[in-house]
């Protein structure tokens, strides 16, 4: 079995300030890790994933998160965030070779402020 | 792209009502799951399925069953709503071996 711990439920940043996202997670076999992202009144979408490769992984739209297989970690960083950011942000786990058992962390609250 | 469209964005049932969630996906993926997302307690999965009339138990099944009667439509069914059944709830679907999870908008459901 494994689980998310993500150590922040509520991280209020400035406008074009840096933020961290923390994620920590206990497998007992090797994983895929995910970061999803929920806007208000939306489902959630996949913002990047780290499946095999290089350990560090970037989406689109400025993010990055980094796998540490050590530390068993999987933080997600921005150097630089906006207003249209805010949201919720989701890390969640999956073991490799096993569809069905994806685990969620509980959350963290991104508010943006200008 | 990935369309997961789940029926009702929101619902407001009494208590004892029989309730029926639907998820309709369009990219032919084998797997599809159902999650409940309360504050504080992020996602729990409460069924899913690898085939048609196939499924398995997620963690919280208690109060649940589901329907997977074609492989793009995936039901959620509450057999005696209760109160403490209201919550967002959440369809996804994937392919096999991809662990990537597509998500619909949710369905929100209050029980009074």
């Known amino acids: 079995a494994q689980s998310v711990t993500q150590l922040d439920s509520q991280v209020p940043v400035f406008e074009e300030a840096p933020v961290e996202l923390r994620c920590n997670y206990s497998?007992?076999?090797?994983?895929?890790l995910f970061w999803y992202v929920q806007y208000p009144n939306q489902g959630l979408q996949l913002l990047l994933k780290?499946?095999?490769?290089?350990?560090l992984v970037k989406s689109i739209n400025g993010f990055e998160a980094e796998f540490n297989k050590s530390q068993t970690s999987f933080h997600l960083r921005k150097p630089s965030v906006h207003i249209s950011d805010t949201a919720e942000y989701f890390c969640?786990?999956?073991?490799?070779?096993?569809?069905?058992?994806?685990?969620f962390g509980a959350g963290t609250t991104v508010t943006v402020r200008a | 792209d990935v369309k997961v469209t789940q029926s009702s964005r929101y619902l407001v049932k009494r208590t004892g009502e029989k309730v029926f969630l639907e998820c309709v996906q369009d990219?032919?993926?084998?797997?599809m799951f159902w999650y409940r997302q309360d504050p504080g307690l992020g996602l729990r999965l409460i069924y899913f399925?690898?085939?048609?009339?196939?499924?398995e138990k997620g963690d919280i099944p208690e109060g649940y069953s589901v329907s997977r009667e074609k492989k793009e439509r995936f039901s959620l069914i509450l057999e005696s709503a209760s109160t403490n059944q209201t919550s967002m709830y959440l369809c996804?679907?994937?392919?096999?071996?991809?662990?990537?999870?597509?998500f619909g908008e949710g369905s929100r459901l209050t029980v009074l």
């Open positions: 969640a786990v999956n073991p490799r070779r096993n569809d069905y058992k994806l685990s």
């Open positions: 780290y499946l095999s490769g290089s350990t």
């Open positions: 990219m032919d993926h084998e797997n």
């Open positions: 996804a679907s994937s392919r096999l071996n991809t662990g990537e999870l597509f």
């Open positions: 497998s007992s076999v090797s994983v895929y």
């Open positions: 399925s690898y085939d048609v009339k196939m499924k």
